[in-house]
């Protein structure tokens, strides 16, 4: 089983492509108030650090409890914007692919034991009711296909970039 849902694979592929972006795509908004590349990055190593500190914390407890983050703030309050493009993209790289390796080495009956205590109707991306239980495995699992979704906003952004 690939305990990290191949996100390391995930990861290196869209590093690969990223890393021919030019500074200037980078940085331009597809509409006012909407997230530039450099931002939704910003904010999927904000998700990543998060995160982190998740899943470890859910390896030696009994629950799922995360600390909930306001992404709006976070991007703002760091200003990735101003940030240079591949130290954005090398870092989310590096964080993304320690996230795989906490993802592989977290044990398989932590992983599965189910969790009735959970905030994942709030911290997820696809939310588990609160009244029914939950995994780390599905937590972790719920990471990667967030991150997907943002890989995703970011060629869609870069694309829109080509087109002017």
Known sequence: ?????????????AFEQFMTIEESDAEKRPA????????IIGHLIDS??????????????NDLIGVEYNQDEWVTA??????????LII?????NLHLAHVMNQTPD???TMERTNHN??????NPVPENE?????????????????????????????DKE
């Open 91 to 95: 870092l989310w790289r590096q964080f």
């Open 1 to 13: 089983m690939n305990k990290d849902y191949n996100l390391k694979e995930v990861v290196l592929a």
């Open 120 to 125: 994942l109707h709030v911290i997820a991306y």
């Open 48 to 61: 990543a650090a998060n995160n982190q500190g998740r899943f470890v914390r859910a390896q030696n407890s």
């Open 32 to 39: 006012p108030g909407k997230w530039s590349a450099k931002e």
């Open 78 to 87: 760091q200003n990735y914007q101003g940030e240079n493009w591949h130290d």
């Open 133 to 161: 239980h939950a995994t780390l495995d599905y937590f972790m699992q719920d990471y990667v296909v967030h991150l997907k979704h943002h890989l995703g906003q970011v060629r869609e952004v870069l694309a829109m970039g």
């Open 109 to 111: 009956d932590i992983r």
